[in-house]
């Protein structure tokens, strides 16, 4: 069984920050595993959930258009975690943030954390 909890989330005024972190654990079929890619996502209140942003176990990143220059996605394999630093947040940025880790080519997601940003 593989766990993915997201913790960070909270209330933060137009133009604040807020750091988000994610950790997988547990394991599949008895044995440690490791991860592929790692994401954020987010769902919008009323919208469909978007990418925000992945890291591949390499390093590489991709991120959404409109996160650009303010997200920071990283991720520490040893540990199994991916942090997202968000900065200048604004009011469009809220929205329920969900973490997704790729093993054995199935995406494990978690519950999801809370962002509300206000202005």
């Known amino acids: 069984q593989v766990n993915v909890v997201e913790s960070g989330g909270g209330l933060v005024q137009a133009g604040g920050s807020l750091r988000l972190s994610c950790a997988a654990s547990g394991s599949i079929f008895g044995s440690i595993f490791s991860i592929n890619v790692m994401g954020w996502y987010r769902q919008p209140p009323g919208k469909q959930r978007e990418l925000v942003a992945t890291?591949?176990?390499?390093?590489?990143?991709n991120y959404a258009d409109s996160v650009k220059g303010r997200f920071t996605i990283s991720r520490d394999n040893a540990k199994n975690t991916v942090v997202l630093q968000m900065n200048s947040l604004k009011p469009e940025d809220t929205a329920v943030y969900y973490c997704?880790?790729?093993?054995?080519?199935?995406?494990?997601w978690g519950q999801g954390t809370q962002v509300t940003v206000s202005s």
């Open positions: 890291i591949t176990r390499g390093g590489s990143t």
């Open positions: 997704n880790a790729d093993i054995m080519g199935f995406g494990y």
